[in-house]
């Protein structure tokens, strides 16, 4: 299959006073191929869908990327970030939207296709709630989610496994002043980071996990943020759970 983004992309409702929301296409292989043309408009569920943003020139589908199989069913699943959003438009999201794949035919049953597929024609963004996809939220001003990418099984227990780039993330680390013989702090300015979130078996909207994004931290419930409190980044500390950032990578000030 194939995802496109469309990051200025329209839905054409004004009364919800928003615009150029952004929107990601997928588009469904096919055995017998393709015409020479795919129309985004006819995309009805069968045959693809589409993802719509909700936020006010919010770019959603800027970055697009296959995210594997995240939550361990058997079909791999996606990645889209957004920028600017929140009720201060100084969030940006990364969202995963989980694939999934027909309900098998009972024994003795005749498997048929239905007219609309296994996802509906058009997904908003506000209807990823835990039981179709997760998201995660961090600082526009890190650039949280300016790179977004799928990395395997990085920890070996099954679970796909994605990686979220945030490239001006400022860092603050303790020093030590050998000559004066005391500890300061100091903070390395747009430095960068680059967190990994280790894939689980999400099984439902109660059940939550603790996130590292950007500079906060998150208390995610399937898909929503239940609890916003600063944390010291240099907390990341290895340990698995599903949908847990456990590590980052911090970039070097020149």
């Known amino acids: 299959d194939l995802?496109?983004?469309?990051?200025?992309?329209?839905?054409?409702?004004?009364?919800?006073?928003?615009?150029?929301?952004?929107?990601?296409?997928?588009?469904?292989?096919?055995?017998?191929?393709?015409?020479?043309?795919?129309?985004?408009?006819?995309?009805?569920?069968?045959?693809?869908?589409?993802?719509?943003?909700?936020?006010n020139f919010g770019d959603f589908g800027r970055r697009v990327a296959g995210a594997g199989d995240v939550d361990g069913d058997g079909v791999d699943d996606l990645l889209i970030s957004e920028r600017g959003v929140g009720a201060d438009g100084n969030d940006n999201e990364v969202f995963v939207i989980f694939g999934a794949a027909p309900t098998p035919p009972a024994e003795g049953e005749i498997a048929v296709a239905s007219a609309g597929g296994v996802f509906p024609a058009v997904i908003d963004a506000d209807a990823i709630d835990g039981s179709n996809g997760i998201r995660f939220v961090g600082s526009q001003f890190d650039r949280f989610g300016d790179a977004i990418a799928g990395i395997g099984d990085l920890d070996g227990d099954g679970f796909g496994d994605v990686l979220i780039g945030a490239p001006r993330t400022d860092v603050t680390r303790e020093r030590y002043d050998s000559y004066y013989g005391y500890a300061y702090e100091r903070t390395y300015y747009d430095v960068g980071a680059a967190f990994v979130v280790f894939g689980g078996p999400f099984s439902g909207p109660s059940e939550t996990a603790p996130v590292l994004a950007g500079d906060f931290e998150l208390e995610v419930t399937r898909g929503e943020v239940t609890a916003i409190t600063p944390v010291d980044l240099t907390a990341v500390d290895g340990e698995s759970g599903p949908g847990e950032v456990v590590f980052e990578v911090i970039g070097e000030e020149d």
Request: charged content about 25%; proline content about 0%.
């Open 3 to 55: 995802v496109i983004g469309a990051s200025d992309s329209d839905d054409g409702d004004d009364t919800d006073g928003a615009r150029s929301e952004g929107a990601a296409f997928v588009v469904f292989g096919a055995a017998d191929g393709f015409g020479g043309v795919v129309d985004a408009a006819a995309l009805d569920g069968s045959n693809g869908f589409r993802i719509e943003g909700v936020s």
